[in-house]
């Protein structure tokens, strides 16, 4: 009895590590171009799509995010916020949705989507955190814990692909 109990333990475990596994594929196989994140804080992007591909950049940026512009055979063509592309595999990447504040100076967060709204704290460029949502020509980041609303020409990583 103990043995089919941990049998069906077994196989319910790795059903669910198979269908968590597939969603994080798949996700990635949507059409381009579309946004993701890094998955982990050091990441490769390659000259072309194989391992065999010499690494071009090391990323160190958990949760940067880069713009897919091509896929193939598990590899992704990405862009980052400066512009430069190469390919990352499509296991490094998460289809979570990011922001990084870019442009010239420190960029407001504010307590609502809206340019009279009180100023809860200013975010240097380069700053990474994830992307809740947008509306208003404002997006809605959480940076580590605190969420805020940023204009939207201030980050990397929303708006039309």
């Not at 990441?43 to 071009?56: A, E, L, T, W, Y």
């Not at 090391?58 to 055979?73: A, F, I, N, S, W």
């Not at 504010?110 to 460029?125: C, F, I, M």
């Amino acid at each position: 009895m103990k043995a089919l109990r941990s049998l069906a333990i077994i196989a319910a475990t790795l059903t669910l590590w198979v269908m968590v596994s597939n969603t994080a594929v798949h996700a990635q196989d949507r059409e381009v171009p579309y946004w993701a994140t890094l998955r982990f804080d050091e990441v490769n992007m390659r000259k072309g799509p194989s391992q065999d591909f010499p690494i071009d950049w090391v990323y160190k940026r958990k949760g940067m995010p880069v713009q897919v512009v091509r896929l193939r055979e598990g590899w992704r063509l990405v862009q980052d916020p400066d512009g430069a592309q190469g390919w990352i595999a499509s296991s490094q990447l998460s289809p979570k949705l990011g922001a990084m504040i870019v442009g010239d100076g420190v960029a407001n967060i504010r307590d609502q989507a809206s340019g009279a709204a009180t100023v809860l704290w200013k975010a240097q460029p380069g700053v990474v955190g994830e992307l809740l949502r947008c509306r208003d020509s404002f997006c809605e980041i959480d940076i580590e814990g605190k969420s805020g609303w940023v204009l939207a020409t201030r980050i990397w990583g929303a708006g039309e692909t």
